[in-house]
């Protein structure tokens, strides 16, 4: 039986938003290993100039990530949809080793196979040095409370 990753295209307004939720939700509790099995086998990646193809490199590259990017927090916005593809937006908090925060804006696209895997990622990702006392993405725990703001409500 094929692995599958609900919920499945064609996509509606709420399951994209679903599984936006979902892969933010994903990331933000920072397991490589399991992050990777929301993806194909063969899945393309395009983050900023790297170019990675299935999940062996997606776990090495997350894994490099979050060993760089610490207390990492993200938030993802929903920007369009179609069938089997999904557009978000996104910002992401952190600091490096030197203590410097950031905060990194960017867009996603995807497309994902019959079986709910993404197939593909396209990320374009721009980072601006933020004063730790601009930190708008802070919460307890790993994952964002629903009541707390998203983007568009922070202004972000």
């Known amino acids: 039986m094929q692995?599958?990753?609900?919920?499945?295209p064609p996509f509606s307004?709420?399951?994209?938003?679903?599984k936006v939720r979902m892969a933010e939700n994903g990331w933000n509790l920072k397991d490589p290993q399991k992050i990777s099995m929301a993806y194909s086998d063969d899945s393309i990646w395009r983050n900023r100039?790297?170019?990675?193809?299935?999940?062996?490199?997606?776990?090495?590259?997350?894994?490099?990530?979050?060993?760089?990017?610490?207390?990492?927090?993200?938030?993802?916005?929903l920007w369009a949809f179609t069938e089997n593809k999904i557009a978000v937006r996104f910002?992401?908090?952190?600091?490096?080793?030197?203590g410097q925060w950031w905060r990194s804006y960017g867009n996603e696209n995807w497309e994902f196979d019959e079986n709910g895997l993404m197939k593909v990622?396209?990320?374009?990702?721009?980072?601006?040095?933020?004063?730790?006392?601009?930190?708008?993405?802070?919460?307890?725990?790993?994952?964002?409370?629903?009541?707390?703001?998203?983007?568009s409500e922070m202004g972000l």
């Open 121 to 151: 990622r396209f990320a374009s990702i721009n980072d601006l040095a933020i004063k730790k006392s601009e930190r708008k993405l802070v919460w307890e725990g790993s994952i964002r409370p629903d009541d707390f703001s998203g983007l």
């Open 91 to 98: 910002a992401y908090e952190w600091h490096d080793q030197a």
């Open 13 to 18: 307004e709420e399951t994209a938003k679903q």
């Open 3 to 8: 692995e599958q990753k609900l919920p499945l």
């Open 49 to 77: 100039d790297l170019f990675l193809k299935g999940r062996e490199e997606i776990v090495s590259f997350l894994e490099a990530k979050y060993a760089k990017e610490l207390e990492y927090r993200l938030c993802k916005e």
